[in-house]
């Protein structure tokens, strides 16, 4: 690709002991062993098996430590599904490569973290109307749980502050507009208070995200997707980071997609994964 851009970039193929002392003078790479011959911008199921073993290697090298941290590209899941893979995302296949023999996998948790805001999706990947369902207590103390133990171990924070949206209009105006603010959420924030947590809400949503507000919380924990990701992604797009919790590595990536309709043409700006980067060492760094 570099060469198609004319880009004068260097690559060399190295072992792992010898990469970060590569940097400097080329782009180190590690062999996959898999031949990849997909397009920019086409994408192809045959590249799906070499896309599996980079992540299938990253991990490993992390959890024998001779990686810090794994920092992931964005992958496009249909174009894995077409291959075969039977996982829901990129995450959850971290969380199975994660898991210790013979035991569960640890349940993973999305944290969208910037300089001006961090936001945890409490459900994610599922229709909006499957929301109300899905949520119950147990998911909402279990996530906020994660968010507060990887907070206070990775990001140093000894009291992290977690700041709940309401699922409903007005977090549901005392059960007005709807009951699972009041008989779902609200139940959980308290048992997450008799814990010693942080916690506070249900907020109503339209009022959590401006400045001042932001200033009263470490993360905002939101009911669904585009709760959560709008407001990161309206005020961090370039800058945005996608973190996994609940892991018993770091990892991040770019909170964005794989912009296939602009692969080749040299425009896409590398903020985000900059961003990643530098957030991984950091973790990496402070984790236990």
């Not at 249909?78 to 893979?85: D, R, S």
């Not at 959980?188 to 932001?214: C, K, N, V, W």
């Not at 924990?221 to 990701?229: E, G, K, P, R």
């Not at 018993?248 to 296939?260: C, I, K, L, Q």
Request: glycine content about 8%.
């Amino acid at each position: 690709m570099a060469a198609r851009l004319g880009l004068a970039v260097p690559i060399r193929e190295v072992a792992i002991h010898d990469a970060a002392a590569t940097f400097a003078e080329a782009l180190p790479v590690l062999a996959t062993g898999i031949a990849v011959a997909a397009e920019p911008g086409r994408p192809d199921p045959a590249s799906a098996a070499g896309t599996l073993r980079s992540i299938d290697e990253a991990v490993r090298l992390a959890r024998s430590g001779l990686a810090a941290a794994v920092v992931t590209n964005p992958i496009a899941k249909h174009v894995l599904y077409a291959a075969g893979f039977s996982h829901p995302g990129h995450t959850e296949y971290l969380a199975t490569l994660a898991a210790e023999p013979g035991a569960a996998p640890p349940r993973p948790v999305m944290l969208l973290w910037s300089d001006d805001l961090a936001v945890v999706p409490v459900t994610i990947h599922i229709p909006l109307a499957a929301v109300p369902r899905a949520l119950d207590e147990d998911l909402i103390v279990e996530t906020a749980r994660i968010v507060h133990a990887d907070y206070r171990a990775r990001f140093g924070i000894a009291a992290p502050r977690l700041a709940f949206a309401g699922l409903n209009p007005h977090a549901g105006e005392a059960g007005t507009i709807g009951t699972e603010d009041r008989d779902v959420v609200a139940p959980a924030i308290a048992r997450l208070q008799a814990e010693g947590i942080a916690a506070s809400g249900p907020y109503p949503a339209d009022t959590m995200f401006h400045a001042r507000a932001r200033r009263g919380y470490d993360v905002a924990l939101c009911m669904y997707h585009d709760q959560a990701l709008i407001p990161i992604k309206t005020l961090a797009f370039d800058e945005g980071v996608n973190v996994t919790l609940g892991l018993p590595f770091v990892r991040t990536s770019p909170d964005h997609g794989t912009a296939f309709d602009i692969a080749g043409r040299g425009i896409a700006r590398p903020d985000s994964l900059i961003a990643a980067l530098r957030l991984a060492g950091r973790l990496a760094a402070a984790a236990p």
